[in-house]
Nanobody, 120 residues
Framework: QGQLDESGGGLVQAGSSLRLSCAAS????????MAWYRQAPGKEREIVAS?????????YATYSVKHRFTIIRDNAKNTLYLQMNSLEPEDTAMYYC????????????WGQGTRVTVSS
């Protein structure tokens, strides 16, 4: 089972930007469609964005996320990114990466996540 290490979160004001990183080890992300997930306080984990193994197909969970976030993968660095612009208080959550559950089981152990807190 692969391991994931998320980083890049923080406490920011509404309208700010953050770039999250997810460094993988033990498995190559190039073998999998990958995704970013988030879990807000008191809510279940939800998918935010997904990207195919080649990067050719990208999907975002909502219209709002689609026009503010960008999912990026660098297979050579075995790293997944999430560029988040125009952050809103509703984006406050723990953010995690893993393989895209639409394509089978999770192929990586869940990392510790990275916390994003957006103040209004």
């Amino acid at each position: 089972q692969g391991q994931l290490d998320e980083s890049g979160g923080g406490l920011v004001q509404a309208g700010s930007s953050l770039r999250l990183s997810c460094a993988a080890s033990g498995r190559n992300i190039s073998d999998y469609n990958m995704a970013w997930y988030r879990q807000a306080p008191g809510k279940e984990r939800e998918i935010v964005a997904s990207i195919s193994w080649s990067g050719a197909n990208i999907n975002y969970a909502t219209y709002s996320v689609k026009h503010r976030f960008t999912i990026i993968r660098d297979n050579a660095k075995n790293t997944l990114y999430l560029q988040m612009n125009s952050l809103e208080p509703e984006d406050t959550a723990m953010y995690y990466c893993n393989s895209d559950y639409h394509n089978g089981p999770y192929y990586f152990n869940w990392g510790q996540g990275t916390r994003v807190t957006v103040s209004s």
